[in-house]
T-cell receptor
Framework: DTGVSQDPRHKITKRGQNVTFRCDPI?????LYWYRQTLGQGPEFLTY????????KSRLLSDRFSAERPKGSFSTLEIQRTEQGDSAMYLC??????????????FGNGTRLTVT | KNEVEQSPQNLTAQEGEFITINCSYS?????LHWLQQHPGGGIVSLFM???GKKKHGRLIATINIQEKHSSLHITASHPRDSAVYIC????????????FGKGTHLIIQP
């Protein structure tokens, strides 16, 4: 068990560019979450997958944001036409869940995005 | 939408002190998580609980469902306990992610 891994750890991009982040969850975990955390704040929910299905999207996720989990394993989060307000830590977490119950979440170390 | 409030926001204590961090929420939940976040972003899940009390080493977490309140206690605190402690709640169904508190920044001085 190598835990949840996220790539890259840091990303600096210019405003208007597109960026893509990757998350590799714990292999047997069926649920995968994306969160965003800005300085001094707790994480905010962005979106959630159960296997390959995207079941929930936060209102925070504008149409510039898209997430996929094509084979129910790794996930990607893409931000198009980045804005300075997108600068944040993007956290991925996974869990093993059935129905309404969930195992404890395992978090990756996050991808820190800086938009200049 | 569940509102999660943590107190205190910042806490500085001396090594060896007993630490209590509080979390209250506004809507009934299916589970509450206590998380530890160190500088650099890594988050570790400490506890997930839906009733009663859990203990792991020097850490104790309690929850009172009727009062919509949870506490995280650290006994015999140590400088390595310095971190941000975050309370997060799952409001049910498992499909809505978590609602997080803003965190309590704890510093334990030697």
């Amino acid at each position: 068990d190598t835990g949840v891994s996220q790539d890259p750890r840091h990303k600096i991009t210019k405003r208007g560019q597109n960026v893509t982040f990757r998350c590799d969850p714990i292999s047997e975990h069926n649920r995968l979450y994306w969160y965003r955390q800005t300085l001094g704040q707790g994480p905010e929910f962005l979106t959630y997958f159960q296997n390959e299905a995207q079941l929930e999207k936060s209102r925070l996720l504008s149409d510039r944001f898209s997430a996929e989990r094509p084979k129910g394993s790794f996930s990607t989060l893409e931000i198009q036409r980045t804005e300075q307000g997108d600068s944040a830590m993007y956290l991925c977490a996974s869990s093993l869940g059935t129905g309404s119950s969930d195992s404890p979440l395992h978090f990756g170390n996050g991808t820190r995005l800086t938009v200049t | 939408k569940n509102e999660v409030e943590q107190s205190p926001q910042n806490l500085t204590a001396q090594e060896g002190e007993f630490i209590t961090i509080n979390c209250s929420y506004s809507v009934g939940i299916s589970a509450l998580h206590w998380l530890q976040q160190h500088p650099g972003g890594g988050i570790v899940s400490l506890f997930m609980l839906s009733s009663g009390k859990k203990k792991h080493g020097r850490l104790i977490a309690t929850i009172n469902i009727q009062e919509k309140h949870s506490s995280l206690h650290i006994t015999a605190s140590h400088p390595r306990d310095s971190a941000v402690y975050i309370c997060a709640v799952n409001s049910g169904g498992g499909a809505d992610g978590l609602t997080f508190g803003k965190g309590t920044h704890l510093i334990i001085q030697p």
